[in-house]
């Protein structure tokens, strides 16, 4: 196979777009490099240099070019989109102001003669050359060294890997920021097109005391092994239930399923009433990041706002603290409900348990985690309203997730739908996850032990973008309602 047919068969493969991408830049990132060395000069790339925004710079110019070139690698697997790519590309850079003298544009594809001399035209306009090398040109380099193109070609995965690892040890604390900094410029674009869901999960609620799911079980199989030890007529200390239930919670594994089973089939009667004093017990009602997140809910003049809130907590706190706001709202937590265009739908895909349940019909079948029929119905049946639900705001809006772990395996299985059916997608990630860093701050004077953490980050960041998804980092998560703030600007 030539050396052409060997790119455009990563190009169209049948890999999602941003594991083929990065795996194909690292591939072309490394004979550019090899290509400038040949002539006796450097190529850089971003993180050998944090003055570099782009995928690259040829500093010293290459070839009959001896100017500073700022070089964007780009792949199309829908030619139809890949004129107004390179005019958004070229447009992007021509308002930013350039540091360069030559813009390189290395496109991955056969380009049409048609749309070569639209670009030409465009050169009239923009205060720097432009120079665009297609795919017959990256094999007239590549031949160069065919050898080390076979190798990197050969061993696409384990380059890309050890060059993650590599830029990773590279990247400085500025770098993180930087990134941070642009993601949220992005969110914040898509919050003034209307174009933002929120995906809340337990760490949402977690400041104003609702009870963790961890929390949850333990009191349900508390209030278990009180009931049977009653009927035995055994009264046992609250100090030895307690260790009971933790004891028995540990053998049953961290299984929502088995743990659930024993509580849903010990205690059918009243069963809903349990689970909501028990989940507000220690409730505030409020905390800064759930009014924040009401905040981002008020419409900018002449906006709607945040589409839509997919909530994985059954509490209610975000409607109370949009109760304080007066925003109108409508509760989604059962297939047919619908909310009209003047409210904003909050849909409780796990169930919804209101502390007062006068306003909703209903209830007493939404907890669809408490049942192991419900559970495998969001499991198994992609058709499930539930599912159905998230997947079409995850097709059609940016989503940011907050105070969501993504260790539950439905969601990341939806993410996996969604990311699969836009395989052929030439689009970068367009969700976002706000996620806490993982540190080690008592060891942080260890070189081993923070190269660790670079490593360990950069490697999610790549697991999460095959999910669809950017990750925020935040080291603290009372940093949250700042990011929602810079959001709603």
């Given at each position: 196979m030539e050396i052409k047919e060997k790119l455009l068969d990563l190009v169209n493969s049948n890999y999602r777009v941003p594991q083929v991408f990065y795996g194909l830049e690292n591939l072309i990132i490394t004979m550019l490099e090899d290509y400038a060395k040949q002539q006796g000069k450097k190529f850089l790339v971003s993180n050998q240099d944090r003055r570099i925004l782009y995928d690259g710079m040829f500093e010293d110019g290459i070839d009959d070019i001896d100017k500073k070139i700022a070089v964007e690698i780009k792949m199309f697997r829908r030619p139809s989109i890949l004129l107004n790519r390179l005019y958004d590309t070229v447009g992007r850079y021509s308002m930013r102001g350039s540091d360069f003298d030559t813009l390189l544009l290395i496109i991955v594809n056969d380009i049409p003669a048609s749309i070569l001399s639209r670009i030409e035209k465009e050169k009239e306009n923009i205060k720097f050359d432009l120079q665009i090398w297609d795919i017959n040109k990256l094999e007239d380099i590549f031949k160069q060294n065919e050898d080390l193109f076979n190798d990197l070609y050969s061993n696409l995965d384990k380059n890309l890997l050890k060059n993650t690892v590599n830029q990773a040890l590279k990247t400085s604390s500025d770098d993180v920021l930087r990134k941070k900094e642009e993601h949220l410029k992005k969110l914040k674009i898509e919050y003034d097109k209307d174009n933002i869901v929120l995906f809340l999960g337990a760490g949402a609620s977690y400041d104003a005391k609702i009870a963790t799911w961890d929390t949850l079980i333990t009191d349900l199989l508390i209030e278990l092994i009180d009931k049977e030890l009653a009927e035995n007529d055994i009264q046992?200390?609250?100090?030895?239930?307690?260790?009971?239930?933790?004891?028995?919670?540990?053998?049953?594994?961290?299984?929502?399923?088995?743990?659930?089973?024993?509580?849903?089939?010990?205690m059918p009667e009243n069963f809903g009433e349990l689970v909501r004093k028990i989940l507000y017990k220690n409730s505030l009602n409020s905390s800064d990041l759930l009014n924040q997140i009401g905040q981002l809910c008020i419409p900018n003049r002449g906006k709607v706002g945040v589409q839509a809130i997919v909530n994985h907590n059954f509490d209610d706190l975000i409607e109370k603290s949009l109760d304080r706001l007066d925003i109108r709202y409508r509760s989604i937590y059962d297939e047919g409900m619908i909310p009209n265009s003047s409210e904003l739908g909050i849909y409780h895909v796990h169930g919804f348990l209101p502390q007062e349940t006068g306003d909703y019909d209903n209830l007493e079948n939404t907890l669809l985690v408490f049942s192991e029929e419900g559970y495998h119905k969001l499991v198994l049946e992609s058709y499930n309203w539930a599912n159905i639900t998230q997947i079409n705001f995850l097709t059609t809006h940016t989503c940011v997730f907050i105070g969501l772990s993504l260790t539950d395996p439905n969601l990341r299985r939806l993410l996996e739908i969604v990311a699969q059916k836009n395989i052929n997608n030439d689009d970068q990630p367009k969700h976002y996850a706000v996620l806490k860093r993982s540190t080690f701050k008592n060891y942080q004077d260890i070189e081993s032990i923070r190269s660790f953490e670079?490593?360990?980050?950069?490697?999610?960041?790549?697991?999460?973008?095959?999910?669809?998804?950017?990750?925020?980092?935040?080291?603290?998560?009372?940093e949250i309602p700042n990011i929602l703030k810079s959001i709603k600007g």
């Open positions: 046992m200390e609250n100090q030895y239930k307690k260790i009971i239930a933790t004891e028995l919670s540990k053998q049953n594994g961290a299984s929502p399923l088995l743990q659930t089973r024993f509580i849903r089939t010990g670079k490593v360990n980050q950069s490697l999610q960041e790549v697991y999460y973008q095959e999910l669809g998804l950017n990750i925020i980092w935040v080291d603290d998560f009372k």
